[in-house]
């Protein structure tokens, strides 16, 4: 019988998309639900505060890293055009995953593969600049993506260029060039990429929820955060 993607995932061994010096054991979760984020009295809309708190929260459990978010309704997003439908289909729920840590840090191909697409997607909130790799594995074809990266990380880039598993292709971008977040990346699986090039949505309203969590599976099933 022919493997889903989702075992497809788990079966892939070492994978790491940021600075591979980094071990697992120096990452910490990271809580952005809007239920949590609510009780905080911060103002996570200014890149400054948000970066603040990012670095407290790594210092205060003496991480590097900060992950999480595959399925988390939050509430970062209401500053920004991009995420508004309608006020009743609001798009909070994010589908990616996220890691946190300082602008500048090596982002690394998840896995063999070649560039798709790339693009600066430039709007306030939004990824900034993104790369999409394509990748095929016993005949099942998907996508990664990676958003909030540096200006720099598109340069000299081409569709269909040939990436190895680990290989540098890109660096974290600072705000306000990645959307105007504290800096970090965002990583997300894609099945069907739904004719989109360079962009894919990386948040969702609570009515699309279902088919999203179905195409853009948990990356954890590829990364093994623990
Ligand atoms: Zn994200």
Not at 42 to 55: C, G, R, S
Not at 176 to 188: K, R, T
């Amino acid at each position: 019988m022919n493997k889903n993607l989702e075992e497809l995932l788990k079966e892939q061994q070492n994978i790491k998309v940021i600075d591979s010096s980094i071990d697992y054991k120096d990452y910490v979760a990271l809580d952005l639900s809007a239920t949590h984020t609510d009780q905080l009295d911060l103002n996570l809309t200014d890149a400054i505060v948000f970066e603040e708190f990012i670095e407290n929260h790594l210092s205060n459990n003496n991480a590097k890293v900060a992950f999480g978010g595959y399925l988390e309704t939050r509430n970062l997003y209401r500053r920004s055009e991009v995420f508004k439908n309608e006020i009743t289909d609001e798009r909070n729920i994010h589908i990616g995953l996220d890691l946190w840590i300082k602008a500048g840090t090596s982002v690394l191909a998840a896995l063999d593969g070649k560039i798709h697409s790339f693009q600066d997607n430039t709007a306030l909130g939004d990824y900034g600049p993104t790369i999409i790799l394509e990748h095929t594995i016993e005949n099942i074809t998907f996508y990664t993506l990676y958003g909030h990266l540096s200006s720099e990380s598109l340069k000299g880039k081409a569709v269909g260029q040939i990436v190895k598993k680990g290989n540098l292709i890109a660096f974290l971008g600072a705000p306000p060039i990645n959307g105007d977040y504290a800096p970090h990346l965002h990583f997300q699986i894609i099945k069907d990429l739904q004719e989109k090039s360079g962009d894919y949505p990386g948040v969702c309203s609570k009515k699309e929820v279902s088919f999203y969590t179905n195409n853009c599976t948990d990356p954890n099933f590829l990364l093994k955060i623990e």
